[in-house]
């Protein structure tokens, strides 16, 4: 009797993690957006070389490392205002929030998460207007945050 072939079987390890299923959290209100860009570290190189060394280049060694802002992007909806309210409350008394990313898997699990510890609304851009277009309304919201975190859910 011959063996039946398994059909459509969970995401393994060799096949890298697909992008368009997240989602985002602000404390612990989940907002939804289509896009979330710059989740970059850095670190910064420091130079050096003393008077007596026979190398001639200089050594290169790792310094303070630094974190990018983060760009939200997500679709305007009838009534809803919320990026707009807490960038405005943010003029007059910052209100910081750690914000989570999470990439997920095809059971809504979690796979990857970053956390940006302490963020707050640097930019708010509403969406571009045209009469000759027929795309959706976009609008974006930009991230300053202190520290992040990179972590595997799932081991």
Known sequence: MAKKKKKGKIQDKNWPL???????????????????????????????????????????MPGRPSVSDVSLKKGVFTGDTSLFKWFKKNLSKVERKDVTVILLNEKRKAEITWVLSNAFPKKIESTSLNSQGSDIAIESITLAYEELEISNVTK
Request: glycine share 10%; aromatic share 16%.
């Open 18 to 60: 697909p992008k368009f299923h997240f989602q985002v959290k602000f404390g612990k209100e989940v907002w939804r957006f289509q896009e979330v860009s710059g989740l970059d570290m850095e670190v910064e190189v420091m130079e050096y070389r003393h008077g007596k060394s026979k190398q001639l280049g200089t050594f290169k």
